[in-house]
């Protein structure tokens, strides 16, 4: 019995072990298949044909077991890596040739996702996917007409009423951007069907609206490049490939040498591919102005830049777009990438790499990462071609710094960020002589402002006396003062103002480690006057008492960031009670200033501090800046960081109000419905009550409201001013668009976008309304 | 699924894990795998808190930023922990500011569990970094000669 019952035991176990090795087995292969399938095409000893034959006969072998597998992988790599895509689309041709079958249905898959893809707006995946179904036109795999009539549904998206714009644009750019993959070979099977077409799209482009053009040009001029949006450039150069009869010299076309073998394949017929009609929630990609830095005369005489209407500038550029998309989170990996890039025919590859660099850091409204990440991977570039790339980043930056009066102000802001964070790198080494001319500029104009500002962010990242040593003489006017703290209160003549008595007091108290509650007594007694001695008829603040604290507080604090930090939460109870009222709050914002304006990064830091422990509130401080005190520094950059960061805070308070209520509605919701349902609910799942959200849709409802507030103000001061400068220019008889006009009429057009789906999506104020439509007016 | 618990590449856990943490292991790499905290080290002595936060801004918004101090001192001994607001921003500057430079000198940045009382004190014997004991190399930055060393100049010194 013992016996048998051991025996079975072991059978059992048998079985169960053969199981597992078969399931490892499975797992193993499937592995397996997975890796060669997605490393064909790289770097190898022998031949990418060689490889691909031999990859063809491993899947057709593996093919009845691991069918859907294989499939399955290689529609992955249709979308993951679309820089080998004549390498797949050559696979699926091998394998179209050994088993028809098997081409149809990958074609089936292929046709599935694409739909799906077109259905759920992942419009880059589609465009991938869109492209290889072309590309299999010339392996044999599909028929020609079939491909077309795909490409006529999407280009019949341009012909449909009442939609956007952006969603016929992205049917036409899917389409265009796959014809120099195929539009030869429809070329020599469908002429009159390929024109027809083509005829199509060229009165869809030339009836295109562009008002958004203005907005996302980095360049204000079209010399000495004419700055195209993305699909007026994109139809150039397919014209220009039409003109040489569809050829083009940049695509691996692997497929070629194996036209014996593939031109006897059977081809199949796509499925009709319709586009799923509009709704109201779909997101379309938004339209992009193409960034041209160098043309031909820019690059080594040994090489040759294509053209910016040449079908191979676009084609190198998307494969540049491609790797940075790759690999942004690896900025070694990225740089290495980048350089690695096959290219042919003497292409100056890191003259396009950094365009395609600096294209994305310019990008408007944003760039689409990290602004850091295109610096630390410059210097990575840098790193990997000490011979030749930091020359190049050298002759980029002298560029953008020729052409800087036509620059979108806020490309400029991102200019100075980069440039400075560069230079930080590299010993703060540059050519200062060779801009020597900004020295007799006005201090206003975009040459100076930059080479100041410049200077400003490398002191942040440095020290003065450093910075003192980086530049020649002559360029003493612009370099920036020693930052120090301002304290009235031991200043020369300190004896003659009213707070001076208390002020000593309470630096010594403090210094002897004093309570918030023994300073506020040494300030009870002082007049409410401003700290010249002058009367404050305004109840709603004192000015002396704030001024005398505020500023011995800071001035005590003055060591380090930390160490100001420490003083405002030790004292934290005294800031609150001093500053109930806006006018306090923007009282305290001056005195701030007055003791600091010499350190902007100071100011940045703690206006963002007193912000966050709700010290002031976001609306001061836009009153703040701009209130008279504060026109001196207008134009300043730093002045443009801190609203900047002001509204990003208040904007991500909303936001996380809004998820607060939204997820509590979702607890409550599924603790309804299980009552209902007769489960039971456990005291351990918090479910908040009626009320609990209530109070919470009420502080959600505060901030929007506080959100709203905050833009009408800075909008409203934003006229004000503008409005000023445009009258002053008109009876001084000059012209409006003088550079102080550039510095603020471009800056606020970055909140245009938060602007318009702050107002228009729920109740609209009509207050609100009235002032962007002036602002709107003021630009057309 | 994996790499979202896991990070990897450059924003991954190094191999590095402080001996002095109060807890196991697997506690420890709990926290340093959630924590927005980063140590950064190799700084001059001389580098600032304010030209530390101008650098680590750059990958997000920071927190607060405590500068190591020699325990002896209470000078910079050149390391800091660098706490961020979100998870995010501390992989940002791990993947885009490790290894570049700052008044100079390369930046080594790593995870950290988080900050507590009395660890911004150097551990070495003589007040500062440990590896300030030990290094035979002249650091102009960092105090010159490793302190073993520079007792041993001193001594022959008449």
Request: net charge negative; glycine share 4%; proline share 4%.
């Amino acid at each position: 019995m013992s016996r048998r019952r051991r025996e079975s035991y072991s059978d059992d176990e048998d079985d169960e072990r053969s199981r597992k090795r078969r399931r490892t087995e499975v797992v193993d292969i499937e592995d397996r298949l997975e890796s060669l399938i997605t490393r064909v095409g790289e770097k190898s000893t022998s031949s990418l044909e060689s490889n691909l034959e031999g990859l063809a006969s491993v899947l057709e072998a593996d093919l009845p077991n691991y069918k859907v597998k294989i499939m399955r992988i290689l529609c992955q790599c249709v979308v993951s890596m679309p820089e080998k895509l004549t390498v797949y689309t050559t696979l699926v041709g091998l394998l179209n040739a050994k088993n028809y079958t098997c081409g149809g249905e990958f074609v089936e898959m292929l046709v599935r996702n694409l739909k799906e893809s077109l259905k759920t707006g992942q419009w880059e995946e589609a465009r991938m996917m869109v492209r290889f179904l072309s590309d299999l036109v010339n392996c044999h795999v599909l028929v020609a007409a079939s491909v077309l009539q795909m490409f006529d549904n999407f280009i019949e998206v341009t012909l449909e009423d009442n939609i956007p714009q952006v969603r016929s644009d992205v049917y036409v750019y899917m389409v265009l951007s796959s014809l120099p993959w195929v539009g030869r070979e429809l070329f020599e099977k469908k002429e009159a069907e390929l024109n027809k077409l083509l005829d199509t799209v060229d009165s869809y482009i030339s009836k295109r609206q562009k008002i958004h053009m203005p907005a996302l040009r980095v360049w204000n001029v079209d010399e000495p490049h004419p700055q195209e949006e993305y699909l007026d450039c994109m139809w150039a150069q397919i014209r220009n490939l039409r003109n040489s009869k569809w050829l083009e010299k940049q695509i691996l076309r692997p497929y070629l040498a194996f036209d014996s073998v593939l031109c006897d394949a059977l081809q199949h017929t796509l499925p009709q591919i319709i586009p799923p009609s509009h709704n109201e929630e779909m997101v379309y990609p938004i339209p992009r102005v193409i960034f041209r830095l160098f043309d031909y005369t820019d690059v080594p005489e040994d090489t040759v830049l294509p053209g910016s209407h040449a079908i191979e500038r676009y084609l190198i550029e998307e494969q540049i777009d491609r790797i940075i998309h790759t690999n942004h989170f690896e900025r070694k990996d990225c740089a290495a990438a980048l350089l690695s890039y096959p290219v042919k025919n003497k292409l100056p590859l890191n003259y396009m790499v950094v365009e395609v660099m600096f294209s994305q850091l310019f990008q408007l409204p944003c760039a689409p990462y990290l602004e850091l990440f295109y610096g630390s991977t410059l210097i990575e570039l840098c790193k990997l071609q000490p011979s030749s790339m930091p020359q190049v980043l050298a002759q980029a930056s002298e560029m953008l710094f020729e052409r800087i009066d036509h620059m979108h102000t806020i490309c400029i802001e991102r200019f100075v960020n980069w440039f400075s964070y560069h230079l930080s790198n590299f010993q703060l080494r540059w050519s200062w002589e060779d801009w020597s001319e900004v020295t007799s500029m006005d201090s206003e104009a975009p040459k100076a402002k930059f080479v100041r500002e410049v200077l400003l962010k490398c002191l942040r990242l440095s020290y003065h006396q450093r910075i003192v040593e980086s530049v020649p003489e002559s360029f003493a006017a612009f370099l920036p003062i020693k930052p120090a703290p301002q304290y009235k209160y031991e200043q020369e003549g300190a004896g003659s103002l009213p707070g001076t008595t208390a002020a000593h007091a309470l630096m010594n108290a403090i210094k002897s480690k004093c309570t918030p509650d023994e300073a506020a007594q040494l300030l009870r007694d002082l007049p409410n006057k401003f700290p010249n001695g002058d009367e404050n008829d305004n109840p709603s603040y004192h000015p002396l008492k704030i001024d005398v604290f505020v500023s011995t507080l800071l001035y005590l604090g003055s060591k380090s960031f930390s160490h100001s930090f420490a003083a405002m939460a030790k004292f934290y109870p005294n800031l609150k009670s001093l500053t109930e009222t806006e006018e306090a709050q923007i009282y305290l914002l001056k005195t701030i200033y007055n003791t600091w304006s010499t350190h902007q990064q100071r100011m940045v830091v703690l206006v963002d501090k007193l912000l966050r422990t709700e010290v002031v509130q976001c609306q001061a401080v836009a009153n703040w800046i701009f209130s008279e005190q504060m026109q001196r520094d207008f134009t300043s950059m730093y002045v443009w960081e801190i609203l900047h960061g002001t509204i990003k805070k208040m904007t991500k308070h909303v936001d996380q109000l809004q998820s607060e209520v939204d997820e509590a509605r979702d607890k409550l919701d599924a603790a309804k419905r299980k009552e209902a349902d007769g489960m039971e609910i456990f005291s351990d799942e918090e479910v908040p009550t009626e009320e609990m959200i209530e109070r919470m849709e009420e502080k959600l409802e505060t901030a929007t409201s506080q959100q709203k507030n905050l833009f009408l103000i800075i909008f409203q001061r934003f006229i004000i001013v503008l409005t000023e400068h445009l009258a002053r220019c008109e009876s001084a008889g000059i012209d409006y668009n003088t550079t102080w006009y550039k510095w603020h009429h471009q800056l606020v057009f970055r909140y245009i976008n938060t602007l318009e789906s702050l107002l228009f999506t729920s109740d609209i104020d009509i207050h609100i309304l009235e002032v962007f439509q002036q602002f709107c007016a003021l630009r057309s | 699924m994996a790499a979202k618990t896991r990070p990897d590449g450059s924003a991954a856990l190094s191999q590095y894990r402080d001996q002095h943490y109060k807890g196991s292991r697997t506690e420890q790499e709990r926290a340093l795998l959630k924590s927005t905290t980063l140590y950064v080290g190799n700084l001059s002595f001389y580098t600032s808190e304010e030209q530390i936060h101008e650098l680590f801004s750059r990958a997000g918004d920071v927190k607060r930023i405590v500068m190591g101090l020699d325990k002896v001192k209470k000078t910079p001994c050149g390391f800091c922990f660098m706490e961020y607001y979100t998870r995010a921003d501390a992989e940002n500057a791990m993947r885009y500011i490790n290894g570049t430079r700052l008044d100079d000198r390369i930046v080594r940045t790593d995870w950290d569990a988080g900050f507590k009382e009395g660890r911004q004190f150097g551990r070495g014997k003589s007040g500062g970094q440990v590896r300030d004991e030990y290094r035979t190399d002249f650091d102009e930055g960092r105090g010159g000669y490793g302190k073993l060393v520079q007792t041993k100049i001193r001594r022959r010194d008449p």
